[in-house]
């Protein structure tokens, strides 16, 4: 039962499911969960077809484990994982987790700037790359001698340099048993994952996340629901390297879920898997819902398996969610509320709590609070502020920045930088970033409520609104449009359309761009700063 705590704090009460207290460690819970699976189907490639079964699993990142240690990887030491979603992926994650080591996933379409970067805020010893990334690893890694050596996910070729997953597991150098003893961690203290955050202010910083923040985390996913998690089949097409993807990856292995996994988003293998696999689940972000709710291509497929979307990463408009039920009959679509620095998800809609245009309500063992920007005071129902959270999940702080770690996380409480409150009944609704919020005239304006409107014209395939700086105004709300293929559609008919259904601090008084496409992280964020370069470069041509 959530209740208002003095101070203006809602607390839903504590996490009552203490399971994974009993192991020594993350990694031993990991390996634990998959024996007790036995010969289950957990994972399927639906690229190839391939299913992996619990026990090949648990075989793969036992001898994983003894690779790894034969590669001089310690407790502590940090394991670079640079890959599409691949079952790969997860042996090497979960076996660097048997060993105590610390993950650090970069993402697939870094530059070598960026990966440089990232991997100078971790310092693996070892990378492992696919084939797709290994090319820009190797060359960033001839100039940080940390990296000791680099294996190659799924190719035959090696050399001096590069060494093959294949040959490492098969090598008869290495001895190996058919179980590994895992040690004991100092869950609180020792840090199981190195996320990047999303970066959509500026170069991406190292969120540390301890072994006790996921445990804690899984407690509350493990938590009685209605959906037998370890009975379906689930689909995903969120980057495993991202902080969503990783910790539902996770989350999905200890609950025995049968989850289908594309390295990334294909319309027809999408589309294809949920029909093949009669998937019930799946993993969303805002613009693969917008795909379902608008593309012609879904008409196609036999959709009917689909019970249940759980949707993340950025907000989700209520026309669009309207659209996929009127369309697909999806009878349960849901949203969530998390960071990269609070592990997963702070806030879900569950049955009581899923009114339109709301994140849900906070999760047990989670204090949450709304701050105002300029006092700090904590503010009661229905009023608009700073989203603040504490609890177990909240990240250990960012490595080697003490000073946005002190900005971030103040008395034990992070604050989010999002706006937002919480209603009568202690549902939660963000309004916008505290960044990104559009000043007109002394209005702050919402760029995701123009862009939630503006996806509701069936002649616009995706949106994005940023501030045009004004010398009179301040700035002016301005329209990034992608329209819908052999569409006519002109820069007048768009801000008419904004006009007509918003107040007029909310006009595009900036005017419309089309484009060809809106520039995101992975996981569906859209990058504003992208926006702003571009608009930046065309204002300098004129």
């Not at 650090?104 to 379409?109: D, G, V």
């Amino acid at each position: 039962m959530t209740t208002l705590l003095p101070g203006n704090i809602v607390y839903a009460g504590p996490i009552t499911c203490t399971e994974t207290h009993a192991y020594n460690s993350l990694g031993h819970y990991i390996l634990e969960k998959y024996k007790s699976h036995g010969s289950q189907i957990v994972m399927i490639d639906a690229v190839t077809g391939q299913e992996y079964t619990a026990k090949y699993m648990y075989d793969s990142v036992v001898r994983m484990a003894y690779v790894l240690q034969h590669l001089g990887i310690k407790a502590g030491d940090v394991v670079g994982l640079s890959s599409e979603n691949n079952v790969r992926f997860a042996i090497t994650m979960y076996a660097s987790f048997a060993i105590n080591a610390t993950v650090a996933p970069l993402n697939i379409t870094y530059s070598e700037r960026e990966v440089h970067h990232a991997i100078n805020l971790s310092k693996p010893k070892v990378i492992f790359a696919s084939k797709l990334t290994v090319n820009v690893i190797e060359k960033v890694a001839k100039n940080n001698s940390f990296v000791k050596s680099i294996v190659v996910l799924d190719t035959n070729s090696s050399n001096d340099k590069i060494m093959n997953f294949d040959d490492l597991m098969k090598s008869t150098k290495i001895t190996s048993k058919d179980y590994f003893d895992t040690t004991p961690a100092n869950k609180k203290d020792d840090v199981a994952l190195i996320v990047c955050s999303s970066g959509t202010t500026g170069l991406p910083k190292g969120v540390q996340l301890t072994q006790y923040n996921i445990l804690s985390t899984l407690d509350s996913q493990l938590e009685p629901t209605a959906i037998p998690m370890g009975e379906i089949t689930l689909l995903t097409v969120i980057p495993w390297f991202h902080a969503f993807g990783c910790l539902t990856l996770i989350t999905t292995t200890v609950l025995g879920t049968t989850l289908v996994y594309l390295p990334k988003f294909e319309e027809h293998l999408f589309l294809g898997a949920i029909e093949k696999y009669r998937v019930l689940m799946a993993f969303m972000v805002p613009p693969l819902m917008v795909f379902l709710a608008k593309h012609p291509l879904v008409d196609k497929y036999d959709l009917s398996s689909l019970m249940v979307l759980l949707c993340g990463a950025a907000p989700l408009s209520k026309e669009t969610q309207d659209l996929i039920t009127e369309r697909i009959g999806v009878p349960i679509i849901r949203q969530g509320y998390g960071l990269s620095e609070s592990t997963l998800s702070l806030l879900v809609q569950n049955d009581g709590a899923c009114k339109p245009g709301s994140v849900g309500s906070i999760k047990l063992g989670i204090y949450g609070k709304v701050i105002d920007t300029e006092t700090g005071r904590a503010l009661g129902p229905n009023q608009r502020g700073e989203l603040c959270f504490k609890g177990d999940c909240i990240m250990k702080g960012y490595i080697g920045d003490t000073k946005s770690t002190q900005s971030m996380i103040i008395d034990g409480w992070l604050h989010t930088g999002d706006i937002g409150y919480f209603d009568d009944d202690f549902e939660f609704f963000i309004v916008d970033r505290i960044k990104e919020l559009i000043k007109y005239k002394g209005f702050q304006v919402p760029p995701a409520e123009i862009e939630a409107l503006l996806l509701t014209n069936k002649k616009i395939k995706d949106a994005a609104v940023i501030g045009k700086p004004d010398e009179e105004s301040g700035e002016l709300p301005l329209a990034f449009v992608v329209k819908q293929p052999n569409t006519e559609l002109s820069e007048d008919e768009v801000i008419k359309f904004v006009a007509e259904h918003a107040s007029p601090a909310k006009r595009l008084r900036g005017g419309v761009i089309f484009v060809n496409d809106i520039p995101k992280n992975p996981s569906g964020k859209i990058l504003r700063r992208e926006l702003r370069e571009m608009l930046k470069n065309r204002r300098s041509k004129l």
